[in-house]
């Protein structure tokens, strides 16, 4: 669906509010349809990125990923 969107969790820490709030309204374009809503939709279009943001941060903070294995080279 939204290919463009880049994974957000990284194990060197959160993701940016910036990053949260561009994935967010990319992902609101594509289910709306509308790149930039008319004047009468533009209220329900920013909640509705607000709140997705919002999900996605609080999904990232609760997530518990184990840390990755290093292997070591063998030589």
Known sequence: MCRSIKV????DGGATDQE?????LQYVRKISGFRTPAR?????FDA????????SRT?????????????AASA
């Not at 957000?8 to 194990?11: E, G, S, T």
């Not at 009468?40 to 329900?44: D, L, R, S, T």
């Not at 509705?48 to 999900?55: F, G, M, P, T, Y």
């Not at 999904?59 to 292997?71: G, I, S, Y």
């Open 8 to 11: 957000l969790r990284q194990p």
């Open 48 to 55: 509705a990125v607000a709140e997705i943001a919002a999900s």
């Open 20 to 24: 949260l709030y561009e994935a967010a």
């Open 40 to 44: 009468v939709n533009q209220e329900a």
């Open 59 to 71: 999904l990232l903070e609760r997530l518990h990923v184990p840390p990755r294995r290093t292997t």
